[in-house]
């Protein structure tokens, strides 16, 4: 017979929930700034999109102010054990919230929403909510929470993929990727019922405590790794959960294109970590008994096929922003190499190696959004010639390209160099996945260089002149100073590296 708690339960889940809510500030204050640009949408007349970006670009970057008063409070569980606050989560906190600053000043730039889009209120606050939803996938603890957490990022991405409501290219983007995201979704729910079913249990620690005292079926755990590891490697975009990423990345608004290739990609990583280091206990990652398939070799699979197959069939791409998505499948096979090494440094790698993805990714997209504006393609052919008519353009775009490939002196090289390192401390079979690590790479050397090519090498076949393609003065400092980061911590890359060591901490348990 069902029993009403206590009045000293009651109460004792208020002062519970009461003490939560103090650890929870950041997420509080960008919900009441999601409700003000709604209410800014509403009420506000004239040139309301510019007080929306401003406020929406201050109200970000009030953000950081709250967060970094979290970093003297104490790691631990909240809400009953479903959120943690701990110091990889507020790495992430910090890199969302940055991502979506930099996502708002590109926004700002690009003049193709000038063209299809009225109001940008609830572009605005969509982004807003997409920060909170991340922030709440990399602090998740509980699998009820994850799975809450990726459908508040998986919707917003829906009809922010879609914004562009005119434009047949960005529907059909925003409808594959509603398919593909309920795809995942369904198998990573499945994946959870199947380890509920195994353990009783919902917190992330609480299984891993379960399966490593009582055992499992092997069979039950082998599929659960399977569903749950298509929806995370949805989100990542990993082979072959990629499906949906070039015509989701060619079709959607530039700026978006850059949020998902980079923030939504880093919540995929940070959910897989903290699953996968805390979750799965060391006597469950292998599965000997049935088929020899493992956590490790899933895992291992998934890196080099996306290594592989986003470096080769990114040789054939014409369109920039779908050459620069098979690019981001590649770029998750690195990611991934780092976190199969399960310690302290690969984890140290592998937020390092998201950090100079932020700079590096981000800058490439502007410039796109730049040459775009100017050219109105995004074809590679258009570009020819830009090199003189658009030289600061030119000039950081190379830069960008130069550190995804992963070349000195950019925060590139030293990202991958981490990676490989972190492999190679590890012992021969890490020592081959470095092989093809390497190998990609200067496949990658091929598709990336063509652009530079055409800007430099190649004569444009239009006839403008330098002055009418030169974006403005706040467009040329932005690409300026984005490209001075990408080579300045790529000489000068300790603070990077030591916030990166600070944060490769999951649950205020160091990795060994």
């Known amino acids: 017979m ?40 509403l009420v506000a007349k004239g040139r309301k999109n510019n007080l929306l970006s401003i406020t929406t670009l201050l109200g970000l970057a009030g953000t950081l102010f709250f967060i970094y008063q979290q970093n003297a409070l104490p790691a631990g569980e909240l809400f009953f054990g479903m959120y943690v606050l701990d110091k990889f989560a507020l790495f992430f906190k910090y890199f969302f919230v940055l991502s979506g600053m930099l996502a708002v ?19 605005y606050a969509l982004i807003v909510s997409m920060v909170i939803g991340m922030i709440m996938m990399a602090s998740s603890a509980d699998l009820l929470m994850i799975f809450l957490s990726m ?58 405590m379960s399966l490593a005292a009582h055992g499992y079926d092997p069979l039950v755990m082998i599929l659960a790794t399977l569903f749950v590891l298509a929806g995370i490697g949805y989100k990542i975009g990993a082979v072959p959960f990629h499906f949906w990423s070039p015509d989701v990345y060619e079709g959607a608004p530039t700026p978006i294109t850059a949020l998902l290739s980079v923030a939504s990609k880093a919540a995929g990583v940070a959910l897989l970590m903290r699953f996968y280091y805390i979750a799965v206990p060391h006597n469950v990652k292998s599965y000997e008994d049935i088929l020899g398939i493992d956590w490790h070799t899933l895992l291992m699979l998934l890196s080099v096929a996306s290594m592989i197959y986003g470096n080769v069939v990114a040789l054939w791409q014409k369109n920039v922003k779908r050459l620069l998505a098979y ?104 020592m081959w996945l470095a092989l093809i690590g390497i190998m990609t790479s200067v496949i990658s050397l091929y598709y990336y260089m063509l652009i530079p090519l055409n800007m430099y090498l190649r004569e444009s076949g239009n006839g403008s002149d330098a002055k009418s393609m030169n974006p403005g003065m706040i467009a040329q400092v932005l690409m300026s100073v984005l490209m001075f980061l990408t080579i300045y911590f790529g000489l000068f890359f300790a603070p990077l590296s030591d916030f990166a060591r600070y944060s490769s901490s999951l649950f205020g348990i160091t990795l060994h």
């Not at 009403?4 to 500030?25: D, K, M, R, W």
């Not at 509080?28 to 003000?36: E, G, K, Q, R």
Request: hydrophobic content about 50%; aromatic content about 12%; glycine content about 10%.
């Open 2 to 41: 069902f029993e009403l708690p206590s009045g000293a339960e009651i109460q004792g889940i208020i002062a519970s929930v009461t003490a939560s809510v103090g650890f929870f500030i950041p997420e509080i204050y960008l919900s009441v700034l999601f409700m003000l640009l709604i209410v800014i949408d």
């Open 151 to 208: 459908e508040l990022v998986s919707f917003t991405a829906y009809i922010l993929t879609g914004y562009f409501k005119r434009n047949h290219r960005s529907s059909e983007a925003a409808l594959k990727y509603l398919v593909y995201g309920a795809v995942s979704s369904g198998l990573m729910v499945y994946g959870f019922s199947l380890i509920y079913g195994l353990t009783a249990q919902t917190n992330l620690l609480k299984i891993s």
């Open 327 to 430: 690019s981001s499948i590649a770029h998750a096979g690195y990611l991934l190499l780092s976190i199969i090494v399960l310690d302290e440094l690969g984890t140290q790698a592998t937020l390092f190696y998201l950090l100079s993805y932020l700079l590096m990714n981000f800058g490439a997209f502007y410039v796109v959004i730049l040459i775009a504006n100017k050219t109105g393609s995004e074809n590679l052919e258009d570009y020819r010639g830009l090199g003189k008519t658009m030289p600061i353009a030119g000039a950081a775009l190379t830069v960008f390209l130069v550190s995804l490939v992963g070349l000195p002196p950019t925060v590139g090289f030293i990202g991958k160099l981490m990676i490989f390192s972190a492999l190679l401390s590890k012992g021969s079979l890490y």
């Open 105 to 123: 000043i590109v926004t700002m730039s690009d003049e193709q929403f000038e063209r299809e889009v009225k109001s940008m209120g609830e572009y």
